[in-house]
């Protein structure tokens, strides 16, 4: 019997999750299989190269690229101070001679006799990665990293800024149809992550920003509020480096929607519990979600169920329940009520294959297939 596939979005109240955690470059793992680790333990570190800081030492001590290497007070390899004296020229009989002072705070890395340059290799830059999820250490991967494991509480976004936080999460809004507006949020959410409900305003942003919250998560967000925020269109690319000192998640989609119901009170029922928040998005090829985790106590949420955990990942049939992506419905949330098998004819002349989706008021409505995204359980 053929299978109809779609793509979703996760909301679990329970499950098993897994993150890699990887160094850039190769360097020092500090863990190992079984540590217990928290959000913010460092796992693993390395060291990049400092920056150069080229100087034209020729042309600073008016003498030929292949004279300079014997002028130099400081040996390749040698420490150098900002303002210490690294080079010196022979003057006029043995007078009038000029000091060359180094720019920079490193060591001397090359001396070229071709171009009369001098380099100055600065301070290595250490390179920190972070648990971001508390738990287990599953698996150890030498001088690359590690995989951490916990049972969490698991939200999935449809879009976000900003990269990984963590933080205690706090209530702002009643219910998950309250607008987030900037009076909701206080100078005591500092460091949490603020649970919105429906739009969150560009003013509640802002106002967030400056408490020093560590993430915002709501149902919807103006795309011009997206924009003022942003100072910019954000395009398509992968989002997470933006450093507007906050990460943002949007669980719903763009304009005044409001956060699933599930989804709200998963997240309220946590509240001042500690969850790890990560806005980075890409949803071209290798698709990547935003996403809020909160660690479990042994036992927690283990008879919550939905019947959407039983199913097959991407599985549509009666009973599922999805989200309308495309206008009339856009935003809407309902259970699939019937899987026609042939296609049908849509308002535009073309065929497609369509579904039949049950709202929560009991009214029903034919959408192409295509027009809708699981929540997955």
């Not at 034209?56 to 400081?74: E, I, Q, T, Y």
């Not at 998950?176 to 739009?199: F, P, Q, S």
Request: net charge negative; with cysteine.
């Amino acid at each position: 019997m053929a299978k109809a596939y779609t793509p979703g979005l996760k909301v679990s109240a329970r499950t098993t999750h897994r993150t890699r955690r990887l160094l850039p470059i190769p360097g020092e793992v500090k863990v190992a299989v079984g540590d217990v680790v928290a959000a913010n333990d460092v796992v693993a570190e390395t060291f990049m190269d400092g920056d150069i800081t080229p100087m034209n030492m020729a042309n600073r001590l008016s003498c030929s690229a292949g004279d300079v290497a014997g002028l130099m007070l400081k040996q390749i390899g040698e420490p150098v101070k900002e303002g210490e004296p690294i080079a010196r020229s022979k003057g006029i009989f043995g007078a009038f001679k000029t000091e060359v002072a180094a720019d920079a705070d490193g060591t001397l890395e090359q001396v070229s006799s071709v171009t009369g340059q001098v380099m100055i290799r600065g301070a290595a830059i250490p390179v920190q990665v972070r648990a971001y999820l508390s738990g287990t250490v599953v698996e150890v991967l030498p001088k690359e990293g590690c995989i951490i494991e916990n049972d969490v509480m698991f939200v999935q976004g449809i879009f976000g800024i900003g990269g990984e936080t963590e933080g205690v999460i706090q209530v702002a809004c009643g219910g998950h149809e309250e607008t987030l507006d900037a009076d909701a949020i206080t100078a005591d959410m500092k460091d949490a992550v603020i649970l919105g409900g429906a739009r969150m305003t560009a003013a509640a942003l802002r106002k967030a920003i400056e408490v020093g919250a560590a993430a915002v998560v709501s149902g919807g967000l103006d795309d011009q509020d997206l924009k003022e925020l942003l100072g910019r269109d954000l395009g398509v690319a992968i989002t997470g480096s933006e450093t507007i000192g906050i990460t943002v998640i949007v669980t719903e989609g763009f304009g005044d929607i409001a956060m699933a119901a599930r989804t709200w009170r998963l997240l309220a029922d946590r509240a001042g519990r500690v969850a790890s928040v990560n806005g980075a998005t890409q949803i071209r090829a290798g698709v990547m979600r935003p996403e809020i985790l909160v660690p479990l106590e042994t036992g927690e949420n283990e008879n919550e169920v939905d019947p959407t955990l039983a199913r097959e990942a991407g599985l549509l049939e009666l009973g599922t329940t999805v989200r309308v992506i495309r206008d009339p419905y856009f935003g809407l949330l309902g259970e699939v009520s019937a899987l026609p098998a042939e296609p049908a004819v849509l308002g535009s002349g073309s065929r497609a294959r369509v579904l039949e989706v049950r709202f929560p008021g009991g009214d029903t409505a034919v959408v192409p297939r295509a027009n809708v995204e699981l929540i997955e359980g």
